[in-house]
């Protein structure tokens, strides 16, 4: 299936107010992802989203937990686009081993406070952000203070964003693709 919606071949065929943010994509990461190029058709999206994400990488949360957070909830929401992404990203820019992707998209990690971070995330996403007290007394005992656990929910709407953009636009997949019930 091709993607639904038009993908900007160059930054400059993009909406002039998306190209500040596509070549600071472009500057960062060597290249624009197609997920980008998607949403630079509403440079509104492409703003909000690069906000986002680069506000959260300057959070409490090191870059592997989000890393194995992004991973969880794509193969959660059945996001292609986002798993083959984060298993590349994963593998090259985070170093996670093949073990651990494996183990972040089955929900879980053998680093134990990964694995509760990751758990908690799936929960939250399978529950639509309807946790118990006792779940947010488990995470605090494992060591989360406040600041970690709304960065989680926020890594949580976050990669639930791009799921749901690459899933409406069938975004055509510019990485290595992975099998979904790979995991």
């Known amino acids: 299936m091709t993607t639904r919606i038009p993908l900007h071949p160059f930054i400059e065929a993009s909406p002039e107010a998306a190209r500040p943010t596509l070549e600071a994509i472009k500057e960062q990461m060597g290249g624009v ?12 999206v492409l703003e909000a989203y690069s906000s986002l994400n680069g506000a959260l990488g300057k959070g409490k949360l090191d870059k592997k937990i989000r890393e194995r957070i992004a991973l969880a909830i794509a193969q959660k929401n059945g996001c ?10 994963g593998t090259h820019v ?3 081993s093949v073990d651990e992707i494996a183990a972040a998209r089955r929900g879980g990690s053998s680093d134990a406070r990964a694995d509760a971070a990751v758990k908690f995330a799936v929960k939250i996403a399978e529950e639509r952000g309807s946790v118990s007290e006792g779940e947010l007394h488990a995470m605090r005992a494992a060591g989360f203070d406040d600041e970690e656990l709304l960065e989680i929910v926020a890594h949580v709407a976050a990669n639930t964003f791009t799921n749901y953009m690459n899933e409406v636009f069938k975004t055509e997949i510019d990485f290595p693709k992975v099998e979904h019930h790979a995991a």
């Open 94 to 96: 985070t170093k996670l």
């Open 80 to 89: 292609g686009y986002c798993l083959a992404a984060h298993t590349y990203t």
């Open 33 to 44: 992802p197609n997920v980008f190029r998607m949403m630079a058709n509403s440079p509104a």
